[in-house]
């Protein structure tokens, strides 16, 4: 009886692992698990229907978001105007997956962001470009 007892256990949690279910976890609702990437304090997430861009920076950052293999083969400009996409010093930003550039030619998605840096009164430049390589 008493191995009975721990084969049904067993059995169990089995079970509840091949359905996908966390076994040690009480509540009935699963978390999403998105991906998810943070660099120099900028946090890019893949959601199923869109991209999420957290600015965790003390200045506004400037952005573009194109499909790794369109941007591979892109011929663009980092914008550096103050009309430019932006998000502000804690702000998040989500974009549609469909407004992206490019969209579904490959199952990888790259933010691309900068900061501008005035070099007149009416001038900017863009700072360094960095970039953040996600799937979606």
């Known amino acids: 009886m008493k191995y009975a007892t721990h084969h049904l256990a067993l059995a169990l949690l089995l079970g509840m692992a091949a359905c996908g279910a966390d076994p040690t976890s009480s509540q009935s ?3 999403p698990n998105y991906a998810s990437i943070q660099s120099e304090g900028v946090v890019f997430t893949a959601e199923p229907d869109h991209v999420v861009i957290l600015n965790q920076r003390p200045e506004p ?5 194109m499909d790794a293999r369109f941007a591979a083969l892109a011929l663009w400009a980092p914008c550096a105007r103050l009309d430019c996409p932006m998000i502000q ?3 998040t930003k989500r974009i549609s ?6 969209t579904g030619e490959s199952d990888e998605v790259i933010l691309f962001w900068w900061h501008l840096v005035r070099i007149s009164d009416n001038k900017f430049r863009p700072d360094s470009l960095r970039a953040i390589r996600i799937p979606y």
Not at 61 to 65: A, L
Not at 97 to 102: N, Q, S
């Open 61 to 65: 950052i400037v952005y573009k978001v």
């Open 97 to 102: 997956k469909r407004d992206i550039t490019g």
């Open 29 to 31: 609702t699963e978390t």
């Open 89 to 91: 010093p804690g702000e």
